[in-house]
C-alpha cells in the first residue's frame, strides 16, 4: 500500500510504500496528529520514516489491492 505524506514548507512529498493496513495507517496517522511527537511509519524494506507531527499537512492512503500486472489485466 502507498502513503503519501505531504509536509508543510517541503515543495516535495513523502511516498512511503508499506504492508500495513489501512486501518493500521489510520490509527497511527490520528495517534500523531493527537498529540504524537512523530509519525513513524515502517516501509516494506524495513526502514524507518519519521515525520514530526506538527509539520503534517495531508495524509493520503492508497487502497490495499494490488494492481494486475501482465496482459489478462486489460
Do not use: C, H
Request: glycine fraction near 10%; proline fraction near 3%.
Amino acid at each position: 500500500m502507498d502513503i503519501t505524506i505531504g509536509v508543510q514548507n517541503l515543495a516535495r512529498e513523502i511516498t512511503v510504500e508499506t504492508d500495513a493496513t489501512a486501518d493500521e495507517i489510520t490509527k497511527l496517522v490520528t495517534a500523531a496528529l493527537s498529540g504524537g511527537p512523530v509519525l513513524e511509519l515502517v516501509d516494506t524494506k524495513g526502514r524507518r520514516v519519521l515525520v514530526p507531527s506538527a509539520t503534517i499537512g495531508y495524509v493520503e492512503i492508497g487502497t490495499e489491492e494490488q494492481r494486475k500486472v501482465g496482459f489478462g489485466s486489460v
